[in-house]
């Protein structure tokens, strides 16, 4: 799985990552 950040990065790792409202943005 990875995560994908705000400016489109995907980052790589256990965590979800969450941007400014909250939202997880993960896909599997």
């Avoid at 400016?7 to 939202?23: A, K, M, N, V």
Wanted: charged content about 30%; glycine content about 8%; overall charge negative.
């Amino acid at each position: 799985c990875y995560c994908r950040s705000p400016t489109g990065e995907r980052i790589f790792g256990e965590q979800p990552f969450l941007d400014s409202s909250d939202e997880v943005k993960m896909t599997c």
